[in-house]
């Protein structure tokens, strides 16, 4: 029976990819583990193999197709003695085909939800509007992505001082590809690849910035970073202060963090309120493409140390970058990504997905929300949420990270201290929940927070 | 201390000898004024004592030039002292006082001084040998032939960190000299009892790296040893790895009651391989000095060591604002 092959997903977040080149054409035998295509994700050019064997019967995607989505039919394969007719009816008819397995599971939510990762199951994340940016000034769609390479590379250019190094930034590109390209630009005594010891090279540029280098410390994870943080905390941040103001640790340490998708416990830990903890440290958390450009800017010019925390989901994402020569963004301020007057939702990185799709739904309803995005969590921008409270009097929080003592916390001990008598209904944080992240699709899309919680949050605190 | 090598004692100076006799008595008595001013309370929380090691630093800053770099662990007051840091402020930092060269806010564990290249004064075990060889990493990136020295002791010789940082700075050939200081005691812990190869000079062969152990109460031996690593980093061949053989005569901390070794055990090692009656046997046998020169020396250091315990003693505590200063740059 002719079969169908389907466009595979090669990574944990991959939707969709690029069907380079076919390596094998129509009437060719293939065999189990025969290279018959390359797929570029936007992580990686990979090889695709053949499961089965059989003839390659009908190719239905040609190369060098963009966004082909995952599970799509890409060919057909006949088994021995099939002849070419039954890929024509493999091709048209879909009946009994494999992919529409897939599409008979819609009656079926469950099993849907076990189809898609939770945080791929949203597709495009909102866009939101940037503030002090000069008229004229043109816009270019940038992925997150490639707004942070960029950032890294004007940075570099712009001062010798600057370099990266962590597990695999050079010859690999980058495992998520962030830092593609910068090796060829800048050779590797700036690029610099370093073993699998997160400790030991945390504490080698902890030491190179105290000699007055600007490193930029690549972890592969945040998760990962947990091996380093004597470093990061008792190394970088408490230095400056413990030497009375003579030498301190310049750097950015960056990396994804926070739930990817279906990569369990100990690779999925939001480390937001870790490190928003401890005086010393700069912490930046951003959601837009042009933030992640112009707060990544910001965070190697700045004399401290700054933990820059990246998400795998966003890597991808595709947002308005302005095309200036010199875009920065300041560390410390929030930004009014969508202005409303019954409620102040404050969320940061990937929980802005969640804040933005629940306000969307809420003005359905004739709920306006306010959704403010931090976009730096230490220095907090304390002001601006209190400001927007005592105009709205209610306030929900939004992010991914674990309940007990989150920023979502510290956000209402603020408010309480701060706006108490603007408050006309508890704060609500919504978080992800007090649990490891499971590994199971279903169970993770519940372990992280979801927009109809925070929908069911604004209106508790709305009184509706 | 059998392996160690000794020095050959060839083409030593008299101005040499005097110079390292007045170092090591300086740290001696700076020590001994410290561990005096904890008993009267003026210096409070952990306060670590370098009497007995003297040798090792003033060795080794001998051997040093100007641009090389420094860093150790919270047994710091000697390396500061030898790398010519003001006692004064060295004392008044041990004091929590606005005249201490961290305001105060350091302490004995943590003390940097920017001017003489000295990066700490580290309370974590260990934490201190990346960032050493962080240094020579810069070093070798801004292209300067300036070495830096990684001081640790026996017991950081076990924390996993410094195997990524030895692995790590002979794949890039970073010029670091890690310089083991094996005291023979980690806080409690003999190196017996702690390590499953008591030859810490050898614990660099797995990656490349060539070691050495020296005696570390000899003080001429110590300086041509850090000569012959110095050359190795300057010549661009990578790190190096000294074992000073030394002993420390005071607890771990002031607050050490000491039960883990023996009086006698220490007293011999003192009437028998003190590294300041070493030097001032060569110095008075070799007729370079006289009694009174010598005398003359412990004088002037009583008199430099005392000044800076008025010093400490007398500046003020912090202003309040400081709490809330150097937070951020």
New interface residues.
């Given amino acids: 029976m002719a079969t169908k092959i389907l466009m595979p997903a090669l990574s944990p977040t991959m939707e969709e990819g690029t069907l380079a080149k076919w390596l094998v054409k129509e009437g060719d035998t293939v065999a189990s583990g025969d290279i018959m295509a390359e797929i570029e994700t936007d992580k990686a050019t990979m090889e695709f193999e053949a499961v089965d064997e059989g003839v390659i019967g009908k190719i239905l995607i040609e190369e060098g197709t963009e966004g082909v989505k995952v599970n799509t039919p890409i060919a057909v394969l006949l088994e021995d003695g099939e002849d070419a007719s039954a890929a024509e009816d493999a091709a048209s008819g879909s009946q009994d085909a494999p992919a529409d397995d897939s599409e008979s599971s819609d009656e079926d939510d469950s099993a849907d939800v076990s189809t898609k990762p939770a945080a791929q199951a949203a597709g495009d994340m909102p866009e939101i509007p940037m503030e002090n940016i000069p008229e004229g000034t043109k816009f270019k769609k940038q992925t997150v992505r490639e707004a942070l390479r960029d950032a890294m590379a004007e940075e570099m250019r712009r001062a010798d001082e600057v370099?990266l190094m962590g597990e695999e930034v050079g010859e690999y590109q980058g495992a998520y590809k962030i830092s593609q390209g910068l090796l060829e630009e800048f050779g590797a005594?700036r690029v610099i690849d370093?073993?699998i010891?997160e400790?030991?090279?945390?504490?080698?540029?902890?030491?190179?910035?105290?000699?007055?280098?600007r490193p930029i410390v690549e972890f592969m994870t945040f998760n990962f970073a947990m091996q380093a943080i004597?470093?990061i905390i008792?190394?970088a941040a408490?230095?400056?202060?413990?030497?009375?103001?003579?030498?301190?640790a310049?750097m950015v340490f960056r990396g994804p963090n926070g739930a990817a998708a279906r990569v369990g416990a100990q690779h999925s830990q939001d480390y937001a309120a870790w490190y928003s903890h401890i005086?010393?440290l700069?912490v930046i958390m951003p959601y837009t493409a042009a933030d992640y450009k112009g707060l990544m800017k910001s965070a190697i010019r700045d004399?401290?140390p700054v933990i820059f925390l990246e998400n795998e989901i966003l890597y991808g994402q595709s947002f308005d970058v302005p095309e200036l020569d010199d875009f920065t963004v300041p560390i410390g301020k929030a930004k009014i990504a969508r202005e409303g007057d019954d409620v102040t939702i404050v969320s940061f990185g990937i929980g802005m997905k969640y804040a933005l799709e629940a306000a969307d739904a809420l003005a359905e309803e004739g709920i306006n929300a306010e959704v403010l995005d931090l976009r730096s969590l230490r220095p907090m921008d304390t002001d601006a949420i209190i400001k927007s409270v005592k105009k709205t009097n209610r306030c929900v929080t939004v992010e991914e990270g674990f309940p007990v003592a989150s920023i979502g916390n510290y956000i209402s001990a603020v408010l309480m201290q701060q706006a108490f008598d603007y408050l006309d209904a508890p704060v609500i944080n919504c978080t992800g929940k007090d649990v490891p992240m499971p590994y199971a699709a279903n169970l993770e899309k519940h372990a992280l927070i979801t927009t109809p919680e925070v929908i069911e949050a604004v209106k508790s605190v709305t009184y509706r | 201390m059998a392996a160690a090598k000794k020095s050959s004692k060839s083409n030593v100076s008299a101005e040499e000898l005097m110079s390292h006799y007045r170092e090591m008595l300086m740290i001696r008595r700076f020590e001994e004024k410290a561990g005096q001013l904890y008993g009267m309370g003026l210096i409070g929380g952990f306060c670590h004592l370098y009497i007995g090691q003297e040798a090792v630093v003033v060795g080794l800053e001998a051997a040093a030039k100007e641009g090389d770099q420094r860093v150790t662990s919270y047994r710091d007051h000697g390396h500061m002292l030898a790398c010519g840091m003001d006692p004064k402020g060295v004392m008044a930092e041990l004091t929590g006082r606005e005249g201490g060269y961290s305001k105060g806010k350091g302490g004995s564990m943590h003390m940097f001084s920017a001017e003489k290249r000295f990066y700490g004064g580290h309370g974590i075990v260990a934490a201190q040998v990346p960032i050493g060889a962080g240094l020579a990493f810069a070093n070798k990136y801004m292209g300067t032939d300036d070495v830096s020295f990684a001081y640790f002791g026996d017991g950081a010789a076990n924390q996993g960190q410094v195997y990524e940082t030895f692995n790590m700075a002979s794949l890039w050939k970073l010029p670091c000299i890690f310089v083991i200081e094996n005291n023979q005691y980690a806080m409690g812990t003999s190196l017996q009892r702690g390590s499953s190869t008591p030859e810490l000079y050898t614990r660099g062969e797995a990656f490349g790296i060539p070691g050495e152990a020296v005696d570390g109460m000899d003080v001429l031996a110590v300086k041509e040893a850090g000569e012959r690593a110095l050359a190795h980093c300057r010549a661009g061949n990578g790190p190096y790895i000294l074992e000073m053989k030394t002993y420390r005569y005071r607890g771990h901390s002031m607050s050490d009651p000491a039960k883990y070794r023996t009086r006698e055990e220490v007293q011999k090692i003192k009437s028998e391989k003190d590294p300041i009656d070493h030097v001032r046997d060569l110095l008075v046998t070799g007729k370079h000095a006289t009694e009174d020169e010598l005398k003359a020396i412990d004088k002037e250091v009583k008199k430099i060591v005392s000044e800076a315990a008025d010093f400490a003693t007398e500046s003020p505590e912090p202003a309040l604002d400081e709490l809330y200063t150097d937070i951020y740059a």
């Fill in positions: 370099f005594r370093t073993p010891t400790h030991g090279f945390a504490g080698i540029a902890v030491g190179a910035a105290f000699a007055g280098l004597d470093q008792n190394s408490k230095t400056l202060y413990m030497s009375g103001g003579q030498m301190g310049p005086p010393g700069k004399p401290n």
